[in-house]
């Protein structure tokens, strides 16, 4: 059977109550429902996209915060910070960091520095206030000895393993590699 042509509206088909009329009617309204659902899918879809154009727009952005007077200051600040992890990121350095805490902890060392204190001043003090755990290289104490040597004792140790198991199956006979009976039965 052919597809009949879309009337105007739904309605027009469902006039005369014949069995054939009413199947007629039920695929038209069922393609009207189908053009509805793609028309507003369309329009949500719209919708969002002038929505994210919005969020997108660059007046919204935050200004670049102010760097120190003297650039030689902005590089040592940088230098520290690129040796402290950020504490909301903890993947980056506060150098690399956009969290509001990296940019705070930025301000601060540029502003111990502008007071005159040395690089390790201001990791000491920035260790005394957040832990050793601000450190990227945290000293070597008992409480970081398996930070420090654990990858290494971990690779020995697979090392080993790998040299005691191929050791073993080397000794082994080659009937242990090869059986000549199937691992299945076989059927009758």
């Known amino acids: 059977m052919a597809d009949p042509v879309l009337p105007a509206s739904p309605l027009a088909v469902m ?3 014949t069995p054939a009329s009413m199947r007629t009617a039920w695929h038209v309204s069922s393609t009207w429902r189908r053009a509805w659902l793609v028309l507003s899918a369309a329009l949500c879809l719209a919708l969002c996209m002038a929505l994210s154009s919005l969020a997108a727009d660059p007046a919204h952005a935050g200004e670049a915060a102010p760097l120190a007077d003297n650039p030689e200051q902005e590089a040592r600040m940088m230098a520290i910070a690129s040796e402290l992890r950020c504490l909301v990121c903890q993947n980056q350095t506060i150098a690399d960091s ?3 805490l990296a940019i705070d902890l ?5 502003e111990q520095l502008q ?4 690089d390790q001043q201001i990791r000491d003090y920035m260790t005394a206030r957040y832990g050793n755990f601000i450190l990227y290289r945290p000293p070597v104490e008992n409480n970081t000895l398996l930070l420090w040597f654990g990858p290494g004792l971990l690779a020995v140790g697979g090392l080993g393993f790998l040299w005691w198991n191929l ?3 080397s000794r082994m006979d080659a009937d242990a590699f090869d059986p000549e009976t199937p691992d299945t039965p076989e059927a009758p």
């Open 167 to 169: 050791r073993r199956r």
């Open 106 to 110: 930025r301000q601060q060392i540029r």
């Open 15 to 17: 006039s005369p109550c």
């Open 98 to 100: 956009h969290a509001g």
């Open 115 to 118: 007071q005159g204190k040395s």
